[in-house]
């Protein structure tokens, strides 16, 4: 069975802590994507990754940053965290190639920022 | 650049009875079409897509959504619902060349016993 995990299902921090949020993907896919979930506003992409060491921003990666060192990792650092990051955050992983491709989610991550 | 609106953002149900999820979108592009269902405390998974051919697809749970290219829609439906329908749906549009897929804002699907 393929899986996309995620290291937490919840999380609470404070303001101004250096958050980690890791994903595994097991299915040897090259892109791997970060979204955050927010009632009313849908699925938004903070930034995706088509290769190791390979990034690209998505619409909202302010306050955000990211590191590919593996193939099937993918992680979401909030180098300070604020209390309009509180979220849920998802992320997905597809085959190479265009829009096409089926995207593969975890189960996501509840962060809370006190 | 590409965009998908869901303007129903609940959708309330009662069992047995059919149901129409609405998905209009805007895009330059010949485009992909997907539906994901998000049910309570997971993830999203794809629930049916469309890249080319028939403009009917349907899924394995009887949900079948049509793509129209005059009105930019791709309208999800079912029948008869079920409670297990109870779930979070996401329209999603990708177009060629482009890996990024655009997501909806979601609609609530609640079945009412």
């Known amino acids: 069975d393929v899986k996309v995990t995620q290291s937490s299902r919840y999380l609470v921090k404070r303001t101004g802590e250096k958050v980690f949020l890791e994903c595994v993907q097991d299915m040897d896919h090259e892109n791997m994507f970060w979204y955050r979930q927010d009632p009313g506003l849908g699925l938004r992409l903070i930034y995706f990754s088509y290769d190791v060491k390979m990034k690209e921003k998505g619409d909202i990666p302010e306050g955000y940053s990211v590191s590919r060192e593996k193939k099937e990792r993918f992680s979401l650092i909030l180098e300070s965290a604020s209390t309009n990051q509180t979220s849920m955050y998802l992320c997905?992983?597809?085959?190479?190639?265009?829009?096409?491709?089926?995207?593969?989610f975890g189960p996501g991550t509840r962060l809370t920022v006190l | 650049a590409q965009s998908v609106t869901q303007l129903d953002s609940q959708v309330p149900v009662f069992e047995e009875a059919p149901v129409e999820l609405r998905c209009n979108y805007s895009?330059?592009?010949?485009?992909?079409l997907f539906w994901y269902v998000q049910y309570p405390n997971q993830g999203l998974q794809l629930l049916l897509k469309?890249?080319?051919?028939?403009?009917l697809v349907e899924s394995i749970n009887g949900f079948e959504a049509e793509f129209n290219k005059s009105q930019t829609s791709f309208h999800l439906r079912k029948p008869s619902v079920h409670i297990s329908d109870t779930a979070e749906y996401f329209c999603a549009v990708g177009s060629g060349g482009y890996q990024k897929v655009t997501f909806g804002t979601g609609t609530k699907l609640q079945v009412i016993p």
């Open positions: 469309y890249l080319s051919g028939s403009t």
């Open positions: 997905a992983s597809s085959r190479p190639g265009g829009g096409y491709n089926e995207q593969f």
């Open positions: 895009s330059s592009v010949s485009v992909y």
